[in-house]
């Protein structure tokens, strides 16, 4: 099974500071097809997940351009400019290229 | 895109449950689906896959008790739940294959 190592797994943060959260897979990500299938998520207190940023860049349907993910390969990150309020919530990195699917362990963003 | 889970409860260790993900707003005939589980503050744990011709994968933990089927005339998803343990107790998610997410359902096993 693929590992997906996610760090840091928690984050206090003031509003309007940026942030970045690491996710490192133990194997490529990149499918037969080329394209390259790390998705991150948010899951905000009591909601069920939110898909921020699929196919590592580009941004969900309705999620701010804040938001922005980067990477290759078996590194990836995910940076929130600016953070506001309604940011807070536990970010997950994850990835569809092989089964089983794994995730990542999340990261609790805390708002100072 | 709008996915309703429904069919959760409070069962025995040992019994059966039959979830369902209602589909809305998409094709649902088009786009293969997940079951993901997510135990009592913990994190995400992938179930099981269908695609939209119906093959299916599964984690090894529930490979053998668990069934994912579909019905694409009633633009349904289904999971079967057999042989329940007392691990299983989460909240089930259905999700498209990109990532759309459902509001979850509870299963609890317990005696």
């Known amino acids: 099974d693929v590992v997906m190592t996610q760090t840091p797994p928690s984050l206090s943060v003031a509003i309007g500071q940026s942030v970045s959260i690491s996710c490192k897979s133990s194997q490529s990500l990149v499918y037969s097809d080329g394209k390259t299938y790390l998705h991150w998520l948010l899951q905000s207190p009591g909601r069920s997940p939110k898909r921020l940023i699929y196919?590592?860049?580009n941004l969900g349907s309705g999620v701010p351009d804040r938001f922005s993910g980067t990477g290759s390969q078996k590194d990836f990150t995910l940076k929130i400019s600016r953070v506001e309020a309604e940011d807070l919530g536990v970010y997950y990195c994850?990835?569809?290229?092989?089964?089983?699917?794994?995730f990542g362990s999340g990261t609790k963003l805390e708002i100072k | 895109v709008q996915l309703v889970e429904s069919g959760g409860g409070l069962v025995q260790p040992g019994k059966s449950l039959k979830l369902s993900c209602s589909a809305s707003?998409?094709?649902?005939?088009?786009?293969?689906m997940h079951w993901i589980r997510q135990a009592p503050g913990k994190g995400l744990d992938w179930v099981a896959y269908?695609?939209?011709?119906?093959?299916?994968v599964y984690a090894d933990a529930v490979k053998g008790r668990f069934t994912i089927s579909r019905d694409n005339a009633k633009n349904t998803l289904y999971l079967q739940l057999n042989s329940l343990k007392s691990e299983d107790t989460a909240i089930y998610y259905c999700?498209?294959?990109?990532?759309?997410w459902g509001q979850g359902v509870m299963v609890t096993v317990s005696s």
């Open positions: 999700a498209r294959r990109d990532f759309y």
């Open positions: 707003g998409f094709t649902f005939s088009s786009y293969g």
């Open positions: 994850a990835q569809t290229t092989h089964f089983p699917l794994t």
């Open positions: 196919q590592v860049s």
């Open positions: 269908i695609s939209s011709s119906s093959g299916t």
